[in-house]
């Protein structure tokens, strides 16, 4: 049986099966290497991407993670515990806002950036598709073939609606 490679969907990677045996080795290696393609080929993807519009800007929204605010039933689920001095009891702060670094805040602020250009489609035909296809953690790139300003003002009002 000849080397061959496997696509396995649910897992997002490929793997090397060599006479029909997969080694852990191989699987370490083709996924790191795919990692690495994939980053490349979405590099590319945007810039091929943005190359079809006259006008490109990009941005980046500052302290975006600060920004979105957690409902305040979730509030007590996002805490900190801290301690001035091994002495003082402890005190417990609740987080209003998403923190950076945290397991859950890159979906949270995906999820808000989905929900956001869903709700508000509508009212911002040119931002909405912009929210759910162009941005990367916290920077957009996008590009139309009239002047950004239409473009520009409804992202940035569309974000204001999210508190942004």
């Not at 301690?83 to 609740?94: A, L, Q, R, S």
């Not at 941005?135 to 950004?148: I, Q, R, T």
Request: negative net charge.
């Amino acid at each position: 049986m000849e080397s061959s490679e496997i696509f396995e969907t649910d897992k997002e990677f490929l793997q090397s099966a060599i006479d029909g045996v997969l080694t852990e080795k191989a699987t370490k290696i083709e996924q790191e290497k795919f990692k690495i393609e994939s980053e490349k080929d979405k590099i590319e993807f945007e810039k091929i991407k943005l190359e079809q519009h006259p006008y490109a800007f990009t941005a980046v929204v500052k302290m975006m993670y600060r920004m979105i605010l957690i409902h305040e039933s979730q509030q007590p689920l996002l805490g900190i515990l801290w301690k001035e001095i091994p002495e003082d009891p402890v005190k417990n702060f609740e987080m209003k806002t998403v923190t950076y670094g945290t397991v859950s805040a890159p979906f949270l602020v995906t999820r808000t950036l989905l929900k956001l250009s869903r709700e508000e489609k509508k009212n911002f035909p040119s931002a909405a598709p912009v929210l759910r296809e162009n941005f990367y953690v916290d920077d957009v790139l996008c590009g139309a073939a009239s002047l950004m300003e239409a473009l520009k003002n409804q992202l940035s009002n569309i974000l204001k609606k999210g508190i942004m």
